[in-house]
Nanobody, 120 residues
Framework: QVQLVESGGGLEQAGGSLQLSCAAS????????MGWYRQAPGKQRELVAS???????NYADFAKGRFSISRWNAKNTVSLQMNSLKPEDTGVYYC??????????????WGQGNQVTVSS
């Protein structure tokens, strides 16, 4: 099993910045990819940004130019820097990871979710 523990988030004014972090621990043989998704009230969960083991990133259109995801470090922690925040960025942000627990099998894991609220 793999656990994802998120930190950061909270309340920020429009135009401000927040950083989210996600630490993966447990039975980790190799991390394939880590990323962030978000879910606003009444809406489906959507990709914010992801990064794979090779460092290739994928950003949602709304995140391009404002958000930046960093590859996981030696402590298997990935960060999402969010700048120029807008009220529509409000939602619950979830860390996601695809991890090999052994050389043959991988699985997908989710964090518990972290509330981000941006006031106008």
């Amino acid at each position: 099993q793999v656990q994802l523990v998120e930190s950061g988030g909270g309340l920020e004014q429009a135009g401000g910045s927040l950083q989210l972090s996600c630490a993966a621990s447990g039975s980790i043989y190799r991390i394939i990819e880590m990323g962030w998704y978000r879910q606003a009230p009444g809406k489906q969960r959507e990709l914010v940004a992801s990064i794979n083991a090779g460092g290739a990133t994928n950003y949602a259109d709304f995140a391009k130019g404002r958000f930046s995801i960093s590859r996981w470090n030696a402590k298997n922690t990935v960060s999402l820097q969010m700048n120029s925040l807008k009220p529509e960025d409000t939602g619950v942000y979830y860390c996601n990871a695809r991890v090999y627990s052994d050389p043959k099998s991988w699985d997908e894991y989710w964090g518990q979710g972290n509330q981000v609220t941006v006031s106008s």
